[in-house]
T-cell receptor, first 113, second 111 residues
């Protein structure tokens, strides 16, 4: 069964600090992995997409990594800002079988001043 | 210029009522979805339409009936609303292998 597990469930950090969110998946065969940011009261917005051959991808202060061998991804946020407070959702798509991507339950990040 | 717009944003209604949520996308995407986000923020697929045709229908009660008059619109009608239907409902669209573009959500509260 395809699954996506995210950790931690929630995280509180001080403004300016770095943090790393984790995503482990068992989706097979793997097609791509996306990280989404969901602000309170809004729909999720795509941050990065990673395919099998990509190890690292950056989007401003967000850097995603992918280890296809261990089926793990991380999202690193550098020099956090108050606006980074949101839920971060890992979504993994399969290249065969199920048409539906598998969603993680998200990590809730709170950045305090 | 909103890419995926859904209305209403908030909906408060009594148990047993029938209500509809509308969704429109101006991205030219072929595939549209309805997702339900529960109180623990987990997004669960309900339905997916590709070019007006239903392609995914997860284990959703028959009280939920999607309708797609054209590929730019996907509406959700809910009959005999129950307390457990309270959630945030998201409409989304995709094109090919592209990622989701989500609407801003409809918060449904059944009292």
């Amino acid at each position: 069964k395809n699954q996506v597990e995210q950790s931690p469930q929630s995280l509180i950090i001080l403004e300016g600090k770095n943090c790393t969110l984790q995503c482990n998946y068992t989706v097979s065969p793997f097609s791509n992995l996306r990280w989404y940011k969901q602000d309170t009261g809004r729909g999720p917005v795509s941050l990065t997409i990673m395919t099998f051959s990509e190890n690292t991808k950056s989007n401003g202060r967000y850097t995603a990594t992918l280890d296809a061998d261990t089926k793990q991804s991380s999202l690193h946020i550098t020099a956090s800002q108050l606006s980074d407070s949101a839920s971060y959702i890992c979504v993994v798509s399969s290249s065969g079988g199920s048409y539906i991507p598998t969603f993680g339950r998200g990590t809730s990040l709170i950045v305090h001043p | 210029d909103t890419a995926v717009s859904q209305t209403p944003k908030y909906l408060v209604t009594q148990m047993g009522n029938d209500k509809s949520i509308k969704c429109e996308q101006n991205l030219g995407h072929d595939t549209m979805y309805w997702y339900k986000q529960d109180s623990k923020k987990f997004l669960k697929i309900m339905f997916s339409y590709n070019n007006k045709e239903l392609i995914i229908n997860e284990t959703v009660p028959n009280r939920f009936s999607p309708k797609s008059p054209d590929k730019a619109h996907l509406n959700l009608h809910i009959n005999s609303l129950e307390l457990g239907d309270s959630a945030v409902y998201f409409c989304a669209s995709t094109q090919g292998e592209g990622g989701y573009t989500f609407g801003s959500g409809t918060r449904l509260t059944v009292v």
